[in-house]
């Protein structure tokens, strides 16, 4: 049974365009609910369960990182326009941690422990990445895009695109909303 605030969660997924995508995906994917064809493309409707149970993984490890004292995100972005939202968005707001936006995983050392790192449409499995995370304190990762892995190593994922600009400023704003408790 869903409690209210899941139940809010789940229809405002709903209401908005956050369970659409733009591309066709395989009909074997278990987040996928439904494509259709249109008139010179087609859309898919990702599965709501699936897509709310991730999301609620992300703001687990959003609020697990909020109770401890010293903590990092690394958020790692290609689009070179949103590396630039996201810094504007978090200059303008004192949440209480450490940030760092880049358009590529390597991060400099650090002594603390509790780090993020939130990959937006990378796909870097290897294990060489990740010994080098390992060793940069870095256990916990969230990766947000549609390619579909054999090996998550470890990791979180949202199913979702991210180069449409509503979805990734419902991230950010996700990320504000646990972070800014004033």
């Not at 659409?20 to 898919?44: A, P």
């Not at 991730?54 to 958020?75: A, G, N, P």
């Not at 990445?129 to 549609?146: A, E, P, R, V």
């Amino acid at each position: 049974m869903l409690n209210k605030k899941k139940f809010q969660l789940l229809k405002s997924f709903i209401d908005s365009d956050f369970l659409f995508l733009n591309k066709k995906l395989k009909k074997s994917n278990r987040y996928l609910d439904q494509s259709i064809k249109l008139e010179g493309g087609s859309v898919s409707y990702l599965n709501s369960i699936e897509t709310l149970k991730s999301v609620k993984q992300f703001l687990r490890v959003l609020q697990f990182l909020y109770s401890k004292d010293k903590k990092t995100i690394h958020i790692v972005l290609k689009n070179r326009q949103f590396i630039k939202i996201a810094e504007i968005f978090f200059n303008k707001k004192d949440l209480g941690f450490y940030y760092s936006i880049k358009d590529s995983v390597n991060v400099q050392n650090s002594e603390v422990e509790d780090q993020l790192l939130i990959l937006f449409d990378h796909l870097n499995n290897n294990s060489l990445l990740l010994k080098k995370l390992f060793d940069k304190n870095i256990f916990l990762m969230n990766k947000i895009n549609t390619k579909i892995e054999k090996s998550n190593w470890g990791s979180y994922k949202v199913y979702n695109e991210v180069d449409d600009f509503k979805k990734f400023l419902f991230f950010l704003v996700l990320i504000e909303l646990i972070f800014n408790k004033k």
